[in-house]
C-alpha cells in the first residue's frame, strides 16, 4: 500500500488524517524538509529522498506493493508536488499556493497557475488576458514581461517573510522559491 | 481581530495551526457544516451564519475590530470561500478541489479552476483548448457542451463517494455540489 500524503509547507500544516497514516506508516518516504516537518508523527523507518527521478519512484512503488508506505510531499502533493509523479493514493495538504492567495486575498477561481519554477512558462503567460496568474517561479523568472501590471512578491512564506506589492516590472527576485501573483 | 480558517471539507482536515486558532477565538462564526467540522475545537460563544449576505459580513468585520473573532470557512477560505468576502487574514484548509485533484492524479498547474456553481460560466469554457478544466458544478450544469471529451465526475466527495469516469456527454449530474473535470 502507497500513500503519498501533503505534509503543508510550514509547522503546524498537517491535518489529522494525514497524522494518523503517516503515524501507520512501516516504512516512509520523504525529502530532508517534508520528514523534518512530519518528524512527531513517524513511527516506521525513515528514507530521505534525495534524488527526484523516475528510478527513485519505481524503487519506491515496488516496496510499497510489499509494505504500509507512505511519500511524504510538501505542501499538496497535487501542486507541482509527487502526487502525479508516484502511483498510489494521495491525501491533500497545505501548498504554498493556497498561503500565497491566502496573502493576496484572492480565490483560486479567479486565478491560473503557472509552474515555472525550474522550466520555462512562456506559452502560458499570455492567460493574464483571461485570469489573475499565480506563478511558482525561481530566479531566472523574469517579471518585468507583465509590464506595469500590477502584481505581488512572496518569498520564504513561513519563515522571514519578503512580501512585495507594486509593478510586475518593479518586482525584484532574490530567492529560488518564490511566488509571483499577477493581477488581469 | 478577525480571521478566516478553512476547516476542510471532511472529518479530520483541520490543521494543528486552524485548530489552536479555533479554540482561542472568543466568538466563532460558520455555516452548520463547517461549526459541526470544527465543533471539538471550539471554545468561544457560536454563532451560525444562515444567509451569506453582504450586510451578515460587514456585521462580522464589525464585532471582528472588538474581540478575537473567527469565521470558519468550509474547505479553503479563498477556494469559492468566504476569504475574499469578509476582510480579515486567512488561515488555509482543505479544499474540495485539492480532493478532487488528488482522486484524478492531476496537478493543479495543469489545471484552470472554475466556479459554476449557482451561476454561468460558459465564457470560461473556451479554456479547455489551454487546460484541463476543473469545474464546481450543479444540477444546472450540463457536461454535453464538452462533447467526447474525457471526463470524471466527483459527487460526495466525503460521504458516499460517487466517482465516475466517462466522455464529458455522459455524465450524468445527480447532486447540487459535484465536481467535473475535463481533460484537455
Known sequence: MLKIVGVG???GQITER???????????????????LAS???????????????EVYSEIEKIGAEKNVV??????????????????????GISSV???????KEDLCNVVVIDAHAKSAENEFDLIDRKNLLI?????????????KRAALIENICGNERFVLGRAEDLEIRSDYVIVFVWR
Request: with cysteine; aromatic share 8%; hydrophobic share 45%.
Open 9 to 11: 509547507i510550514c509547522d
Open 136 to 148: 511558482l517561479a525561481d530566479k531566472n523568472f523574469d517579471p518585468s514581461v507583465f509590464g506595469k
Open 98 to 104: 493556497q498561503m500565497a492567495l491566502a496573502k493576496v
Open 71 to 92: 511519500v511524504l510531499s510538501t505542501g499538496d502533493p497535487m501542486v507541482a508536488g509527487l502526487g502525479s509523479k508516484i502511483r498510489g493514493t494521495v491525501e491533500p
Open 18 to 36: 494525514a497524522a494518523k497514516i503517516i503515524s501507520e506508516a512501516e516504512v516512509v518516504f520523504g525529502s530532508k524538509r517534508a520528514i523534518s
Open 40 to 54: 512527531k508523527y513517524i513511527r516506521g523507518k525513515i528514507f530521505e529522498i534525495k534524488k527526484f527521478e523516475k
